[in-house]
């Protein structure tokens, strides 16, 4: 049986004679379309995946369409998360703490907010690509009667990597969460922050944590977008042990037993300690220290700290009950990136941004609800 299809130039294909046969437009299945997608995001390459799918499934797919299958429903995740109201299992205003000493039980909702880089295409690898394959297709036979499209010659980036934007809401016991990935910038990451909130219902909560580490952008997005009657700001407990640990190397050396002894005292004094406390020691150490490089980075440490006091009140914080480290939206950055990262991969922001989508329906525990969705459109 032949069937004639028609292309519109400014993109879209009709087959008319398809709605007389009953058959559907589209030529992949939903339940496909979720198998290519489970399958592609686990798998170390398209290539692999598709030899997965056929000896698991019987399906015999290519590597390409795989990945333009698995591209293409990323897409429509994103749509879906930007047009519909999500019915979700996390409900902020019922996130419950245990008790507490006085025996009052809080709701409480964590918010984490963080960047990772990927590999992106350049551009002068998406040229060196388009040629390729310009070449390649020069070379192959033609057939009477087909009409190749034409190729399209898609931008690279101005750099190698790119960083992309990770927002988290979580509760205390993580029994819920919702994790969402942007590849625009702080403005758009706080954005996509109100909508979540939106979607959990996150200014029902008695409490809201943000857990984070100490970069400007994260702590500007926490302000302009978060109410700051409810929310208490925390820095990451690991990177302020982390930048401790940079100056001691710097003033004692790597390997010095009094260097140890000292980032030793001085995190045990942020963890338990008050702010007189661990910043005595600090004025103390630099008073003993008079070499520039020692007292610059002694300087910067002071600072870093000295600005963001009120987020390092670590004992004051765990009296509360309070989660003082980052560990799931670290957590919630290694696995979405996880399938982007394999050796030799670059990829478009665009189709970074898609698969990382379909990764946060996995995360967030959403990807029956995202199925559902899609067949309950198709009837």
């Not at 930007?82 to 019922?94: M, R, T």
């Not at 997005?221 to 925390?234: E, N, S």
Request: hydrophobic share 40%; net charge positive; aromatic share 8%.
């Amino acid at each position: 049986m032949r069937r004639r299809r028609y292309e519109n130039p400014a993109g879209g294909t009709d087959a008319p004679v398809d709605d007389l046969i009953d058959l559907a437009h589209q030529s992949v299945s939903l339940a496909v379309r979720e198998m290519c997608g489970r399958i592609g995001i686990d798998s170390g390459s398209f290539s692999r995946a598709a030899a997965n799918l056929e000896r698991v499934g019987q399906l015999k797919v290519s590597d390409e369409q795989l990945r333009q299958i698995v591209e293409s429903e990323g897409h429509a995740v994103l749509a879906w998360q930007e047009q519909e109201q999500l019915a979700l299992d996390f409900d902020a205003g019922l996130c419950r703490t245990q008790a507490t000493a006085d025996g009052q039980a809080v709701t409480r909702v964590y918010v984490g907010i963080d960047g990772f880089l990927l590999p992106m295409v350049t551009e002068g690898e998406a040229a060196k690509r388009f040629a390729k394959a310009k070449a390649r297709r020069r070379k192959l036979p033609r057939k009477r009667g087909v009409h190749r499209r034409p190729l399209v010659r898609r931008q690279g980036a101005d750099q190698r990597y790119k960083e992309f934007k990770l927002v988290a809401l979580y509760d205390q016991e993580l029994e819920h969460k919702l994790l969402r990935v942007t590849r625009q910038g702080p403005e758009r990451a706080g954005k996509m922050l109100r909508a979540m909130a939106e979607d959990v219902g996150l200014y029902r909560a008695g409490q809201i944590v943000a857990v984070t580490d100490g970069a400007e952008w994260i702590a500007g997005v926490i302000a302009r977008h978060l109410p700051p009657d409810k929310t208490t700001a925390i820095l990451d407990f690991y990177h302020a042990a982390e930048h401790v640990h940079a100056t001691r190397r710097v003033v004692y050396g790597e390997s010095n037993p009094a260097g140890q002894q000292w980032a030793g005292t001085l995190i045990e004094s942020l963890l338990h300690g008050t702010f007189e406390s661990w910043w005595e020691l600090l004025v103390q150490t630099r008073g003993r220290f008079h070499a520039a490089a020692k007292r610059q980075s002694l300087d910067g440490l002071m600072r870093y700290l000295l600005t963001r006091r009120e987020k390092v009140e670590y004992a004051r914080f765990r009296l509360l009950g309070l989660k003082i480290g980052s560990g799931p939206t670290e957590s919630g950055c290694k696995s979405e990136s996880r399938r982007l990262k394999g050796v030799g991969m670059r990829w478009t922001a665009r189709n970074a941004e898609a698969v990382l989508a379909l990764e946060s329906l996995h995360q967030s525990n959403l990807w029956p609800a995202y199925w559902h969705s899609r067949l309950k459109a198709a009837a």
